[in-house]
């Protein structure tokens, strides 16, 4: 399953197909960076530098990639992040408008945002890419993802709102917490007296229903929040690049050593600026790289399970993993098969 | 060969090397330490060396967007110094730790490029107001200390 999500991630590099593989095959690779879950050995510690034993915390990592390249794009250009003067605030009723006109979408991610929170481990980032993924996959022109097409972010919300009441069931129903925050939730229950299992969905169902409406009326409170402040948020954007950027900066190094108030935070938020930096002027996806990160765990940890107990030949015996290996193939050979349909001559020139 | 002028093929070549050293460092490790590594820096590597090849073969399909600035492309002298000054964030951070350097950094590259004296001040210090009230304050995080510190004491 972790590996069709990466092959599912690895065809969102639109360009090529193989620079996609690559890069969630480089983010697997960083995700063994540490103790090793299944033997406890340091891993690619750089000579015994403890400070990667615990792993490369995320934040930093997905700060460096993402935010550092914007932040030295927005200092070359020397212009402000808008690049049109500031009119009247509107587009609240056509952002309703687009929510509406792709509500079949909103429906899709918020299933799949759903399925992820109730898997343990998993998490918010997980469920937002993969509903990006699948809006960009489902789309028939994708040339507008990563340029601000509305469909990508109403995937990617849609997705990751729907994670949390997700994570609530397995939290209530079995008191197995989905992510940290449940885990934190389910620390409570036990502190109040709440007892997680068959009580929670019968005796005590007004206090389930009582943690759906919190999650219900939180979203509405914070979008009306939102909604009032836009005007005084949206001039962030006309900030002259001088004020701005080394705001921003200073905030990004601040909010990357707060992952363990470790000076290889900033080490870590340096590194992947860097390469953050050289992917975005390469053309070499970031996405895959992200989703092979946060899968690789869970990916190493059910390799070696899987391997440990049936050798090889699981993937050649269990009818189950030879339907998903069925699904990764066709993850693989669909944007092939599209790009062939496109331009018969080009699709090899494509995979590179 | 096109793809030798191609930035994008040499990242691809860059990266394969990553793969290539994850693959040696982890043959020296027990088959349950190698088998994930493995995998990843063999799919890694798989796709590097086909990326490449196919580069070689048919050229790289690469699409950046030009760098620009509203008057026209970036000048070197510019890049050079946007550069310089990310470089000096991330060496000043560890050496003189959170509190100091952030502030400073925000003054220094403020008035450096332009802006008043006094809103250059203004900024810096309410950035230490935050660190120091909020965040090591309220919230109680302990930014880390600088190394310069950690030497003197």
């Not at chain 1, 996609?20 to 540490?34: E, N, Q, R």
């Not at chain 1, 899709?108 to 993924?133: D, F, K, N």
């Not at chain 2, 070549?13 to 590594?37: K, M």
Request: proline share 5%; with cysteine; charged share 15%.
């Amino acid at each position: 399953m972790s590996l069709l999500g990466l092959v599912m991630a690895g065809s969102l590099a639109g360009r090529s197909l193989l620079r996609g593989i690559a890069m969630a095959a480089l983010g697997l690779l960083v995700s063994t960076v540490g103790f090793a879950q299944n033997t406890g050995f340091p891993s690619y510690d750089l000579g015994r530098w403890t400070y990667l034993w615990d792993g490369i915390p995320i934040v930093p990592l997905v700060l460096g990639m993402f935010a550092v390249p914007e932040v030295i794009d927005l200092l070359l250009r020397r212009g402000t992040i808008s690049r049109e003067a500031m009119q009247t605030v509107g587009g609240v009723y056509s952002g309703f408008a687009d929510t509406m006109r792709h509500w079949w979408l909103l429906f899709r991610c918020s299933v799949i945002g759903t399925v992820c929170g109730m898997v343990p481990g998993l998490g918010g980032i997980v469920a937002e890419w993969l509903g990006y993924g699948h809006a960009v996959n489902s789309a028939k022109d994708k040339s507008m993802f990563g340029k601000g097409d509305v469909r990508g972010v109403i995937a990617a919300e849609s997705a990751t709102s729907a994670q949390k009441p997700g994570s609530v069931l397995p939290t209530v129903a079995f008191g197995i917490p989905g992510n940290a925050s449940m885990a934190v939730m389910l620390g409570v229950f036990f502190i109040i007296g709440l007892k997680p299992g068959p009580e929670m969905m019968n005796e005590k169902l007004d206090l389930t229903f009582l943690m759906v409406w919190i999650v219900v009326v939180a979203n509405v409170i914070a979008a009306g929040l939102c909604l009032g402040l836009q005007r005084w948020m949206i001039m962030i954007c006309f900030i002259r690049p001088t004020v701005l950027a080394p705001i921003i900066l200073a905030f990004m190094v601040v909010g990357a050593a707060l992952a363990t108030t470790d000076v290889g935070d900033v080490v870590m938020f340096a590194v992947f600026g860097l390469l953050g930096y050289i992917c975005r002027r390469a053309d070499w996806p970031r996405v895959p790289f992200i989703i092979g990160v946060v899968l690789g765990h869970l990916a190493e940890i059910y390799l070696f399970i899987s391997v440990e107990r049936y050798g090889i030949s699981f993937t050649y015996n269990r009818p189950i993993v030879i339907l998903i290996e069925v699904l990764i193939f066709a993850a693989l050979a669909m944007p092939l098969y599209r790009r062939f349909l496109r331009a018969p001559g080009d699709y090899v020139r494509g995979m590179s | 060969m096109p793809a030798l002028r191609s930035f994008t093929w040499w990242v691809g070549l860059g990266l394969g090397a990553i793969g290539l050293y994850a693959v040696v460092v982890a043959s020296e490790w027990g088959v349950g330490g190698r088998l994930f590594p493995w995998f990843a820096g063999g799919l890694l590597l798989a796709a590097v060396l086909a990326h490449t090849v196919l580069g070689l073969a048919r050229g790289v399909d690469s699409e950046v967007e030009p760098e620009a600035t509203e008057g026209g492309p970036v000048p070197r002298a510019w890049r050079l110094k946007v550069y310089g000054w990310v470089i000096v964030l991330v060496l000043l951070v560890p050496l003189l730790g959170h509190l100091v350097a952030v502030p400073l950094f925000v003054f220094a590259f403020m008035a450096a490029n332009g802006e008043r004296l006094w809103l250059s001040a203004a900024v810096a210090v309410a950035t230490l107001a935050f660190l120091y009230f909020v965040l090591q304050g309220v919230v109680h995080v302990d930014l880390p200390r600088g190394l310069l510190a950690e030497w003197l004491r």
